[in-house]
C-alpha cells in the first residue's frame, strides 16, 4: 500500500533523494582525502620530518571525521 500510493511514492522518492544526495558528499569528501594522501605521499621526500609528520596528523585527523560523519549519516 504505501509503495502505491502517491504520498508513499513521493515519501520514497525523497528519501532516495537524500540517499544520493549524502552518497555524493561522503564521495567526494573520500575523495579530498584520498587526494590529500596522494599529496603528501608525493612530497615525502620534499618536506622535513617534521613537515611531514605534521601533515600526516593532520590527514588522520581528516579521516577521523570523516568516519564521525559517515556514522552520523547511518
Same mark, same amino acid.
Given at each position: 500500500?504505501?509503495? #502505491? ?6 515519501? @520514497?522518492?525523497?528519501?532516495?533523494? &537524500?540517499? $544520493? /544526495?549524502?552518497?555524493? +558528499? %561522503? ?9 590529500? #594522501? ?6 615525502? @621526500?620534499?618536506?622535513?620530518?617534521? &613537515?611531514? $609528520? /605534521?601533515?600526516?596528523? +593532520? %590527514? ?15
Amino acid at each position: 500500500i504505501y509503495f #502505491n500510493s502517491n504520498a508513499g511514492k513521493i515519501v @520514497n522518492k525523497k528519501i532516495e533523494s &537524500e540517499t $544520493q /544526495k549524502i552518497k555524493n +558528499e %561522503l564521495s567526494d569528501y573520500k575523495k579530498k582525502i584520498q587526494d590529500e #594522501n596522494d599529496k603528501l605521499v608525493n612530497q615525502k @621526500n620534499i618536506l622535513s620530518q617534521e &613537515e611531514l $609528520q /605534521k601533515k600526516s596528523i +593532520e %590527514l588522520k585527523k581528516q579521516i577521523r571525521e570523516y568516519d564521525e560523519i559517515i556514522s552520523k549519516k547511518k
